[in-house]
């Protein structure tokens, strides 16, 4: 088994990151993953039922997608119920966003720009990278496992699925809203809509402690005042004094 899972092995350059990357399995198994981890979601959280927004939501995801570098995936959107700001993102192109983001973004711009993060995450492949590291061999036994009914797939699709809700690395975070940024201006949406709802989120965060529906968005989207500080910078091309200090003034601002 384990020389048919190396095999799949190669490096590849990923035009989000623009780095030659090695991944341990190919894109069809991707897939097949993000798929058993969009039943788990579907079966823990309700679907949306407003048509409209569903609509709204795949109408947005579709235009983004059709930008994004990454094409050899489909991408999925789906609304979920539920008042909380979250968002998530699967391998493969599966993206969830809550109802309450929907109907906290003022406009399809703001959506957008929360759309085109999670489509960030999975064109860097993000998630699998995570599971690649944090897996190892385990994770390519899971794989190969992905087109069975072993109970072992079951097992360790608990596990990938638990790994993901965990969050992403800062670095992450900070990739995705470029790639937000990018996709939402290629799209023709204002991307200054990245930042006025990374701003609500800030604010949301300060007068009301979030309770998890998927994860807390400050768990799993943390470092609001640096992400803001880039997102003016990735926008604007430069950031004012406050968000100099929140970015800790390293000198990250010149890339």
């Not at 039943?39 to 059709?66: M, N, P, Y």
């Not at 768990?219 to 406050?242: S, W």
């Amino acid at each position: 088994m384990s020389l048919f899972l190396f095999s799949e092995c190669s490096a590849e350059y990923n035009l989000a990151t623009k780095e030659e990357e090695h991944i341990f399995f190919s894109t069809a198994s991707e897939v097949k993953l993000g798929r058993s981890l969009a039943q788990k979601v579907e079966k823990r959280f309700k679907i949306c039922k407003d048509a409209q927004i569903q609509e709204r939501v795949d109408k947005i995801g579709q235009k983004l997608a059709s930008v994004c570098g990454r094409k050899d995936i489909t991408y999925r959107f789906t609304a979920l119920e539920g008042d909380k700001a979250n968002a998530l993102a699967l391998p493969g192109g599966y993206v969830y966003v809550n109802r309450g983001v929907v109907e906290r973004a003022d406009s399809d711009d703001e959506l957008a720009g929360v759309l085109a993060h999670e489509i960030g995450h999975i064109a860097a492949r993000h998630s699998i990278k995570r599971l690649q590291a944090s897996l190892g061999y385990n994770l390519l036994s899971i794989l190969a496992l992905v087109a069975t009914k072993d109970v072992r797939f079951k097992r360790g699709a608990d596990l990938a699925f638990n790994q993901i809700m965990l969050g992403y690395s800062r670095e992450d975070e900070f990739l995705a809203d470029r790639l937000a940024v990018k996709y939402v201006k290629k799209s023709g949406y204002n991307p200054e809509a990245v930042i006025t709802f990374l701003e609500k989120l800030k604010q949301i965060q300060k007068e009301l402690p979030l309770r998890p529906l998927i994860a807390n968005y400050a768990r799993t989207h943390p470092y609001l005042p640096e992400r803001i500080a880039a997102a003016k910078q990735e926008v604007f091309g430069k950031m004012d004094f406050n968000d100099y200090i929140n970015r800790g003034g390293s000198g990250d601002e010149k890339r």
